[in-house]
């Protein structure tokens, strides 16, 4: 005997929910999945049986949520890595090269990080020699 559509899309929404809520998550992810599984459970709820919602469908946006959470979470631990990274770099000789956006000459600078600036419009650490903030990815060598 085939379960009606009703039945079975409350108890997949309802298994999904319990599920999302025993998942250790940042704050603005949980919430996020919070509330895309509360307009999915009342789209699931608010169905009639002549026009039932798409299951592919709810596949789907269910997939394209978790992907771009996913995104997200990656972002903050590439952000978060750099930051440790940059921190490490503290009171550190470092040699790093800095191209000139006008002539594109390339120019070498070693000094002493001296702090670490995270006011950025992108929110990207840079460390700061000799009162000037660069990118890590400039960094050549460290030491010495």
Do not use: W
């Amino acid at each position: 005997m085939c379960a009606d559509v009703s039945d079975v899309y409350p108890a997949v929404a309802s298994t999904v929910v319990s599920q999302m809520k025993t998942k250790a998550a940042p704050k603005a992810v949980d919430d996020a999945q919070s509330s895309f599984l509360q307009l999915l459970v009342a789209q699931i709820s608010n169905q009639t049986p002549d026009t039932p919602m798409d299951a592919t469908q709810m596949i789907t946006q269910f997939a394209q949520m978790n992907a771009a959470l996913g995104l997200q979470k990656l972002s903050t631990s590439v952000t978060s890595q750099q930051l440790s990274t940059a921190t490490t770099l503290l009171h550190q000789q470092v040699t790093l090269l800095e191209t000139d956006p006008d002539t594109l000459l390339v120019s070498k600078i070693s000094g002493e990080v001296t702090s670490v600036d995270v006011t950025n419009a992108d929110g990207e650490p840079r460390i700061v020699v000799g009162g000037k903030a660069y990118r890590l990815d400039s960094v050549r060598s460290v030491g010495g």
